[in-house]
């Protein structure tokens, strides 16, 4: 596996569905970019309004989510030092979507900032249908491109196990300690999708999988594949 | 939103009778069952944006509650309400939450159509 070291970029941009989804799977790289001075974007393909997490107890409801779910997006990305665009499609909704319109829509942004990185997630392993759909839009957009491409890199989700067999390791990783206080703040930002999983996890305590998998490896390290030339499910 | 006041959510539903009005209907399990301990698929629908029109709808149940609404041509059901709103919009929300606050259920209805 191949150190990235995020300081060294001239722009990251990170391409995901949802609200959230940046700072899980990017969070402390995100941070590491932006306090070395690299600009970071983070395009956003949803609103996230279909989300069933209201808040624990619950404080939005299916009409306010959006504005709810902005406000967070913005204090998380305050606090990774990123930007933010929305493309304002409608959760659950971007796969029904036609691919090449999406990835137009995504090309356009890449051709404005310029990234030298972009980071969404690996199309058919990304266990949610947006996941899989903003990661085929981005790679397509990315192909498509003329002239100099960015390095694309893809998160999966799902059981590692699973993932290792079917993908080999990730090529890329991101140690991220010292962004872990960041990358919970950025976390705790998104609170009516993560009060309840914080509160959770307080309960459950060491002995639980989840607490462990949050404590041991989602606030250590990210980890990614490179996508630049790989085939992916749907492709075109 | 508070927990249902039936009376109440009566009231709003016969103010809505007889006329046309945009539905918002939907269930989910949420989308990560299948990383969950319970491992199943997740089952999600959502309707938005239906016009409909009833010419009688009911609360029911000792909570949570049930609701029916009798189109000319068919029926609009859902079970499992806990709490409801009217926004300043005068859209009428009902919607059942497990007991860590995620929505499992919604039956919303407005005169005016939702936000797309």
Known sequence: ?236 | MRPIEPKEVQAELDARLRRDVYLHLETTTGSYTALGPEKTQPVIAYVRNALVRYERGRITGEGPYRVGLKLSGGWVYAQGLTDFEVTERAELLLAGHDHEGNLRVALQLSVRPFRE
């Not at chain 1, 090309?107 to 947006?130: K, N």
């Not at chain 1, 962004?179 to 459950?204: G, I, V, Y």
Request: charged share 30%; with cysteine.
């Open chain 1, 1 to 236: 596996m191949q150190r990235l070291d995020p300081a060294l970029e001239q722009h990251l941009m990170v391409v995901m569905p949802h609200p959230d989804d940046e700072s899980f799977s990017s969070g402390g790289t995100m941070a590491l970019a932006s306090d070395a001075g690299v600009p970071v974007t983070y395009l956003c393909g949803t609103y996230g309004d279909m989300g069933r997490r209201m808040g624990s107890p619950f404080f939005a409801n299916r009409e306010s989510m959006r504005d709810v779910r902005e406000r967070e997006l913005a204090e998380a990305c305050r606090v990774l030092g990123a930007r933010y665009e929305l493309l304002g499609m409608r959760d659950r909704t971007v796969e029904f979507e036609d691919p090449h319109a999406v990835a137009a829509r995504v090309r356009e942004a890449i051709e404005r900032l310029r990234p030298s990185t972009v980071i969404t997630f690996y199309p058919g392993h990304a266990v949610h249908p947006d996941h899989d759909a903003m990661g085929l839009a981005t790679k397509l957009a990315v192909d498509g491109l003329e002239g100099q491409h960015p390095q694309l890199l893809g998160v999966a989700v799902g059981d590692r196990e699973q993932l290792r067999k079917l993908l080999g390791p990730p090529h890329v990783a991101v140690d991220i300690r010292r962004m872990r206080q960041r990358k919970l703040d950025a976390l705790m930002a998104h609170r009516s999708q993560t009060e309840m999983m914080f509160q959770r996890w307080q309960k459950a305590g060491e002995d639980d999988e989840q607490t462990r998998y949050f404590r041991e490896v989602l606030m250590v390290v990210e980890r990614f594949y490179r996508l630049n030339g790989v085939s992916v499910p749907a492709d075109g």
